[in-house]
Every structure is written in structure tokens, then in C-alpha cells.
């Protein structure tokens, strides 16, 4: 039989070995313990950055009287199949997740009545002229906010003209183009200050006074007394045709 010698080192060496085991299983976890942020959340910068270039232009509206006729109507054929998944624009067909877009130039807002428009686009009331199309295509959400139409919109004016063309064609009875517009009057000669038309010089007439000088500038010498202006002797005439 062992004696009580033996007994205390095996004891020993058991709680050693649980000593050892629960020090690193302390340590495992100082080290694993992530670091807790000094400030809650997520902190995000408000402050944008101007931009370096210059400022963009506001688009000028097309003149639809100008750009029409010049439209590339195959082109704008191609820019509406993007919108085929949710409307159709054939003469007598169904609506889809949009309403049936035939003969849409030149209706009323809200023109079927079979589909279930949203409270903005009732409310908009109006017509789809040349000039109100432009401006929802370009972005609907912006142009009359509450509407249903999830598109985001064409950025680029001639893709719209281009559509815009090709939807004219799409009626019995297509929106008539508008006349050109005037073009604009050339502005005025300006004087040699800049600050208004050029004028004439006139010569005083008989009984006027003559205006003064202008300042700084040289009075004129009359002629000497009794002396008179040599008469100019007439250059010789010269012959038709040479």
C-alpha cells in the first residue's frame, strides 16, 4: 500500500494540473476579449466636400419645334423597350403593371380608366404635352411625387426627345409639332464706353448753339483773320469702265 507520501503528490499533481488548466483559460480569455469603442455607434461625416469643377448649367428645355423633326424616331423606338415589362403600347392592348401608353402624346393624365392609377397621378390632372412628358421621363418620382412608376428616369435629353418622337407616332391621331421658336433679336451696338448704342455725331445747324468740349479735349483754332481756306481743285473724272 502507498503511503500517505505518495498520496499527497498525486493530490498535488491533480490540482496543479486544474490550477494550470484554469490560469490559461483565464488568460485565453483577457487576451480574446475584444476592446470596447470609446463612443457608441458609428460616427459618419456630414460635412460634404465641394466640388473642385464647375457648377453644371441648368438644361435648357428643348424647342420641341426644332428637335422633332431632326429626332431619331428609330432611336427612341429602341430607348422604349426598356419600358416594355411594365407597359404596352399597341393599339387596343392590355394594361400591365403600367396603364396602355398608346396614343399617350397629347392625352389626359390618368386617360385609362380601367387601370388603377395612384392619388398623385389623378390629382395631377393636365395633358402629356411635349413639355410635361419631358419632364416626367427625366425623373417621375420628381416630377409628381406619390406616383406609383418606380422608374428612375432618362438623364439624357436626347434619349427622351428620341422616345418622345417615337411615342408621337404611336396615336391615330399624332400631336401636331409646334412652330420653331423666334430667334432670339441680336443685341445693340454698344458706344465706345459700353454703356449704350453708338451715336452720330451731328454738325450744328444754322442758329444752334454749339455744345461745349468735351473735357480734355483740344479747342479748336478757328482760322487766321483775313486769311481764307484754299479752295480743293476737283479731281479729273474718270472714264466708265476703266
Known amino acids: 500500500m502507498m503511503d500517505s ?12 494540473a486544474l490550477l494550470f488548466v484554469v490560469g490559461l483559460n483565464i488568460l485565453i480569455d483577457e487576451l480574446m476579449t475584444p476592446e470596447k469603442p470609446t463612443s457608441g455607434g458609428m460616427t459618419v461625416a456630414t460635412t460634404e466636400t465641394p466640388s473642385a469643377g464647375p457648377t453644371a448649367a441648368a438644361e435648357v428645355k428643348p424647342d420641341w419645334g426644332t428637335v422633332l423633326p431632326a429626332a431619331d424616331v428609330a432611336a427612341g423606338e429602341k430607348v422604349h423597350q426598356r419600358c416594355l415589362q411594365c407597359h404596352d403600347f399597341s393599339k387596343g392592348g392590355p394594361n400591365k403593371i403600367g396603364p396602355n401608353l398608346y396614343g399617350i402624346v397629347g392625352n389626359k393624365r390618368a386617360h385609362e380608366p380601367s387601370f388603377s392609377y395612384s392619388g398623385a397621378m389623378k390629382s395631377a390632372g393636365g395633358t402629356w404635352g411635349y413639355d410635361e412628358l419631358d419632364a416626367f421621363l427625366t425623373s417621375p418620382r420628381a416630377d409628381i411625387p406619390g406616383t406609383k412608376m418606380t422608374f428612375a428616369g432618362l438623364s439624357r435629353q436626347q434619349d427622351r426627345i428620341n422616345l418622345i418622337a417615337w411615342l408621337r407616332t404611336q396615336s391615330d391621331s ?7 421658336k423666334p430667334a432670339a433679336p441680336a443685341p445693340a451696338a454698344s458706344g465706345p464706353d459700353g454703356e449704350g448704342p453708338a451715336s452720330q455725331m451731328q454738325a450744328p445747324q444754322p442758329g444752334e448753339t454749339p455744345q461745349p468740349a468735351a473735357p480734355g479735349a483740344a479747342p479748336a483754332t478757328p482760322p487766321a483773320s483775313g486769311s481764307t481756306a484754299p479752295a480743293e481743285t476737283p479731281a479729273p473724272a474718270t472714264a466708265p469702265g476703266h
Open 5 to 16: 507520501f505518495e498520496w499527497n503528490k498525486i493530490l498535488g499533481g491533480v490540482l496543479g
Open 174 to 180: 399624332p400631336l401636331p409639332i409646334p412652330a420653331p
